[in-house]
């Protein structure tokens, strides 16, 4: 454990005592990912490549016995969000709440005795709206801590699946598996190569510091937020052209057979940017890893650069900020770049020559002021642990 870790885990224990009147019994964390290559693909049985970031979520709590729920969080003004477990229900407007809630609804629902309810004080420093998944980290740190709680004895991958159940059927966000897959699963100084299918995962070495490499995370501070419908249009478009083609997925339309299908699809214009993205992406994870596996990670430049004019101009969920992000750092020398989560804001990244990181970060921060546009936030993308106890 580091020493910000560390630190964090002390904070939120005191917190936890100061807001409850008593000691937590344990404390855990989970962290924010970014997506390396692989965007929209999860939930079209694809592949992904995200990364865990150090940035995580921490949880106190101790069990109950008396069917109450009691959240409170550090990050959101407001006192505490007092809940019965017996009577939890989908909330689309719960709030900050709705994301733990809906952990131990998910729970529940899945037969696990989890109905005693529990106390969790949350602190956080994954950016919200960044596109880096700190809802996932919510709701995993929280799956993880009832985990231990009741005793459930639950892996890394049945904890990311619920989590993923709180955000679909609870909080009625339609993502994918592959960020509450990131967060409970990933492994310090890997990315993670994740089979949405059948979710086979591979620990993938990235150390591009070895490398004289960087990867830069670029926060345009655009907030996103994936409830607004945009994010569900996208996934009903794919899951159209899907039954449209006959196959289960758009995973199953082979890069090679992509021409024939876009072309079956004339009566279906509207998804045919959407299959073409779905397609093309799967084939650049494919083709990252192969340059990943050659010990050539400075020729996945191209491949970040290509998905992004992917994502902007066939799945259309990039924004002026993001695009502005990827043209300034690849003119200003970058090996390449590409917007990095759902999309409409948030965040994009950037590999850079170690030598050049400075000077990158400074031509994107220009390149916003020039545009009037708030100054981003910039950091290293350092592959981290996924969630743990710590305390």
Same mark, same amino acid.
């Given at each position: ?224 937020? &994936?409830? #607004?419908? @945009? *994010?569900?249009?996208? +996934?009903?478009?794919? $899951?159209?052209? %899907?039954?449209?083609?006959? =196959? !289960?997925? &758009?995973? #199953?339309? @082979? *890069?090679?057979?992509? +021409?024939?299908?876009? $072309?079956?699809? %004339?009566?279906?214009?509207? =998804? !045919?940017? &959407? ?7 799967? +084939? ?5 890893? %192969? ?101």
């Amino acid at each position: 454990m580091n020493n910000d870790t560390a630190h964090g885990a002390r904070r939120t224990e005191a917190a936890f005592r100061e807001v409850y009147g008593t000691a937590p019994a344990g404390v855990w964390a989970a962290p924010g990912r970014v997506n390396l290559i692989g965007e929209h693909t999860d939930y079209n049985d694809g592949f992904v490549m995200p990364l865990a970031l150090p940035h995580t979520t921490i949880a106190a709590a101790a069990p109950r016995t008396d069917g109450v729920l009691r959240l409170h969080s550090g990050n959101v003004k407001g006192g505490i969000v007092e809940l019965r477990t017996e009577v939890l229900r989908p909330a689309p407007d719960g709030g900050w709440a709705a994301y733990p809630a809906g952990v131990l609804w998910a729970m529940r629902e899945a037969g696990l005795p989890v109905g005693g309810g529990a106390d969790l004080h949350f602190d956080s420093v994954v950016p919200t709206g960044a596109g880096l998944s700190s809802s996932a980290a919510l709701e995993v740190a929280t799956a993880l801590a009832l985990n231990d709680l009741y005793g459930l004895g639950l892996d890394g991958q049945e904890l990311a699946r619920l989590a993923q159940r709180a955000e679909n059927a609870f909080v009625g966000v339609p993502c994918g598996i592959m960020d509450q897959t990131a967060s409970a699963c990933c492994t310090e100084g890997h990315a993670l190569l994740l089979d949405t299918r059948d979710l086979t995962r591979r620990q993938v070495p990235f150390d591009l510091a070895a490398a004289g490499l960087r990867l830069l995370v670029v926060d345009t501070r655009v907030q996103h937020e &994936l409830g #607004d419908g @945009a *994010y569900a249009e996208r +996934r009903a478009g794919c $899951e159209r052209a %899907a039954r449209a083609l006959g =196959v !289960r997925a &758009l995973r #199953d339309v @082979a *890069y090679d057979g992509l +021409r024939q299908a876009l $072309e079956s699809l %004339a009566d279906e214009a509207a =998804v !045919r940017p &959407l299959v073409r993205h779905i397609v093309t992406e799967n +084939r650049r994870v494919e083709d990252v890893m %192969a340059r990943l596996d050659a010990g050539d990670p400075r020729g996945i430049g191209p491949l970040l650069t290509a998905g992004h004019d992917s994502l902007r101009d066939d799945f259309a969920v990039s924004c002026a900020e993001l695009d502005l992000v990827v043209e300034a750092a690849n003119e200003a020398g970058a090996l390449g770049a590409r917007m990095t989560g759902g999309g409409f804001g948030g965040s994009a990244i950037v590999l850079v020559e170690e030598a050049e990181a400075e000077a990158v970060g400074k031509a994107v921060t220009e390149a916003f002021a020039a545009a009037g546009h708030a100054a981003p936030r910039i950091f290293t993308a350092v592959p981290s642990a996924g969630a743990r106890r710590l305390a």
